[in-house]
């Protein structure tokens, strides 16, 4: 295996993937699981996706899992959970966690590709496995539910940086 | 959305950058290995052994930093001289709640069917045939497939349908709206405005406004319709429009403010943020005719949802302390009441609400006061259901802390009551066991 590629490659994407790992958990901790085995798996196919898009593997990995992890979690007696939604972290920081957490899992999966990642609709439908119109729905069923239910992410969104 | 993607990228950017290679490889290698020698686990090489695990930097938390304010003149004013909200009244506090219990409250009887879901199989006949044209009004309106279900308001409690009006929706979560009297239906299209008197044949359309986004991001929501008026919002800013003649008056709030509520009595009521970077201040702003009062916030931290009456304000309360670190109830996210001449705390219902979907989720949301001391609420159970878990109506009386379930129906159906005739607990409190 090419070990110093895929050092290379994962030295230059790892933060931009545990940032959106964190934006779709809202959980550093879990964010970072759920990095670590996308580049686990990478690594296993290093070989086949080195020359491809290891990038989109990387996602599809970690959104998948998430999702993956929510339904799972459904069947599991809230008690065992606890937030671990940093209090030490920035306000804009919490003021998104927040709002994200009001969208369903696949909603933010497609909110995080499509305007965190800037992915394409195509692209966004090819990392997650569903149809561009899903992309399409899900997208805009996003942004309307921020809309209502996360003034405080609009009025960010809105402040002159 | 080149906004959001900054306020994205500003809100991770925080999020440090761990050697993952070393570990992700040393994984790999295991795995392999799992598979060639299974059962010999001892065996496993650790390639890239003394791997760096770098504990990422949090960003500590500071203390919000006092920014100016804008003030409706334009000017600015230092949040030290805004009068503050007290914190929570401990003495306020009710017992803690779990809300994934709400379906399984004792029902009182407001007028709506503890079920408030139209036959499937049996539909009454269209509101338009004409024995049913006398039909005054609705207590309650169900969107479901292709047509309205409205439940009337003579007692039978019968439920009658109607057809939309050949229009899209426009892109919303609250696209329809029952007049608080019930006689008034209204629904968000993709180019206009659209309502009918419940007992009318016809729908009447009018424009949206000039400047109105009919095509926001964020979609259009029908906030309130009192009598013939509707409050809209566009995502971005809110109108008032009249449904017989289209005229649009724009609601005037500072710019700041970004939840608005309209009291029964015209006063606006709003939630403001305002300071730059990524602290800002919170604030409680009313505005009665064009006098504007701020008060700062940030003892109550996180609040959505307002719903208001001449006395008292209900809100959601989300608050930034994991509930497993809430030193007491006071710090779990909530339901609280507040006076609205002081903002003292009437009332504060803690919930159980680990993942924080209830609040940040915006499962729990209040609706409006019933009676001097009754909040009807809604919350969807179990959290984390979204649209698959079941919507509950329910009553809080914030002096008692009594809660009542008045309704339930499936999450995601798109619903609204009329507000006026929802009975008073007061009045039927003798059959309530």
């Given amino acids: 295996m090419d070990e110093q590629g895929f050092t290379e490659w994962v030295t230059g994407r790892q933060r931009q993937l545990l940032r959106s790992a964190y934006l779709l958990t809202g959980d550093l901790h879990r964010a970072e699981d759920l990095v670590q085995e996308a580049l686990t798996k990478v690594a296993l196919r290093w070989a086949r996706l080195a020359d491809g898009n290891p990038t989109a593997y990387a996602l599809r990995i970690i ?88 003034p405080e992410l609009l009025s960010l969104i809105g402040r002159t940086p | 959305m080149t906004d959001l993607h900054r306020v994205l990228t500003e809100a991770t950017e925080h999020v440090g950058s761990p050697d993952l290679a070393g570990r992700a490889l040393a994984g790999a290698h295991r795995r392999r290995v799992r598979r060639a020698a299974a059962g010999a686990l001892a065996a496993v090489v650790l390639v890239g052994g003394g ?31 805004l009068p503050a909200v007290p914190a929570i009244d401990p003495g306020a506090v009710q017992a803690l709640w779990d809300p994934a219990g709400a379906g399984r409250l004792p029902w009182v009887d407001l007028g709506l069917p503890e079920s408030l879901q139209p036959p499937v199989e049996t539909y009454d006949p269209p509101i338009e045939s004409p024995p049913l044209v006398s039909m005054r009004g609705a207590r309650a309106v169900v969107a479901r497939d292709d047509r309205l279900y409205l439940l009337d308001t003579d007692g039978t409690r019968g439920w009658y349908s109607l057809e939309w009006p050949d229009e899209p929706l426009a892109p919303a979560d609250d696209y329809l709206a029952l007049s608080r009297d019930g006689t008034m239906l209204s629904f968000a299209g993709r180019d206009g405005l659209w309502s009918r008197e419940v007992r009318s044949s016809r729908w009447r359309r009018v424009d949206y406004p000039d400047g109105f ?19 809209l919002s566009d995502g971005e800013d809110r109108w008032q429009i009249d449904v017989q003649t289209g005229r649009a008056d724009e609601i005037s709030v500072p710019p700041y403010v970004y939840d608005v ?20 201040v919170r604030a409680l702003v009313e505005m009665i005719g064009s006098r504007t009062s701020v008060t700062r916030a940030d003892a109550l931290q996180s609040l959505t949802g307002l719903a208001a009456d001449e006395d008292s304000l209900v809100a959601t309360r989300g608050v930034s302390t994991p509930p497993g670190d809430a030193p007491d109830d006071t710090w779990r996210n909530g339901l609280v009441a507040l006076d609205r001449d002081d903002w003292s705390t009437r009332a504060y219902l803690p919930i159980r609400d680990p993942r924080w979907a209830y609040t940040d989720g915006g499962l729990l949301t209040s609706i409006a006061w019933l009676d001097a001391d009754t909040v009807l609420a809604q919350v969807v159970a179990p959290d984390g259901a979204y649209d698959a878990g079941e919507l509950t109506l329910f009553t809080w009386n914030v002096e008692t802390g009594e809660l009542r ?29």
Avoid: C
């Avoid at chain 1, 119109?133 to 805009?140: C, I, L, P, R, Y």
């Fill in chain 1, 63 to 150: 959104a998948r899992d998430n999702i993956s992890w929510w339904r799972r979690r459904r069947d599991v007696p809230t008690d065992s959970f606890r937030d671990a939604g940093a209090s030490e972290e920035p306000e804009t920081a919490l003021v998104v966690r927040r709002a994200l957490a009001r969208l369903t899992p696949a909603q933010r999966a497609v909110l995080v590709l499509r305007h965190f990642e800037d992915l394409t609709e195509r692209e966004t439908a090819d990392v997650l496995g569903v149809s561009i119109g899903t992309v399409k729905s899900q997208n805009a069923a996003a942004l309307a539910r921020l809309r209502t239910g996360a």
């Fill in chain 2, 51 to 81: 791997v760096a695990w770098a504990v990422q930097d949090r960003v500590p938390h500071a203390d919000v930093v006092d920014t100016p304010v804008p003030t409706p003149d334009g000017g600015t004013v230092d949040p030290a001289d």
């Fill in chain 2, 213 to 231: 986004r009919a095509g926001s991001e964020y979609g259009v929501s029908i906030e309130a319709l009192v009598a013939e008026m509707a409050y």
């Fill in chain 2, 261 to 280: 509520e309209l009291a029964p009595n015209g006063v606006v009521l709003g939630l403001g943020s305002a300071g730059r970077g990524p602290y800002f």
């Fill in chain 2, 405 to 433: 379930k008045v309704a339930a129906l499936p999450a995601g159906q798109r619903f609204d009551v009329a507000i006026d005739l929802l009975g008073s607990l007061g009045s039927i409190a003798g059959v309530v066991q």
